[in-house]
């Protein structure tokens, strides 16, 4: 993979991308969370259907990094529930923090990533996304024994 700094061929693209961009109407949940550190913001607006994501919708100001990972999700996530995006969120980071595996289907798209494990002050920048969600769908979910 030909890289020019962070970025290459394959992260590029999926930014350019933007799967999910977009406010979707009517959403079970809006989240919106910032990384303070370099300013990106996520917007993420979702409606779930038997515990599982039925409509995803997103909005960014953010870095290519947080929207190429906004786009894998934007790409991938209808179908899956919480539990799967915890397993997501688990897996990006260790590749990041402690140079793991990339992810398995059907998020291998997550291994555009891997030459940011060197820069710790961009690993946010990928996870956002992905913990924005988690937040619109536990924020959607009714709490158990309710």
């Known amino acids: 993979m030909t890289t020019i700094g962070l970025y290459h061929k394959e992260m590029l693209r999926h930014a350019a991308t933007a799967a999910g961009t ?3 109407e009517h959403p079970d949940a809006s989240v919106t969370l910032d990384n303070p550190l370099c300013g990106d913001r996520v917007t993420m607006d979702v409606t779930l259907k038997n515990g599982k994501v039925e409509r995803l919708g997103h909005k960014l100001h953010a870095c290519v990094l947080c929207q190429a990972s906004a786009s894998i999700l934007g790409e991938k996530t209808v179908g899956h529930d919480v539990g799967d995006l915890r397993e997501l969120m ?3 980071t260790t590749m990041l923090k402690s140079g793991g595996a990339a992810p398995t289907a059907p ?3 997550y291994a555009i990533f891997e ?3 060197a820069e710790k002050n961009r690993h946010t920048c990928v996870l956002l996304p992905i913990e924005t969600l988690i937040a619109a769908i536990d ?3 009714p709490p ?3």
């Open 22 to 24: 977009g406010r979707i």
């Open 90 to 92: 688990t897996s990006v």
């Open 107 to 109: 998020w291998e798209d």
């Open 115 to 117: 030459p940011v494990i």
């Open 139 to 141: 924020e959607a979910s």
């Open 144 to 146: 158990e024994n309710a």
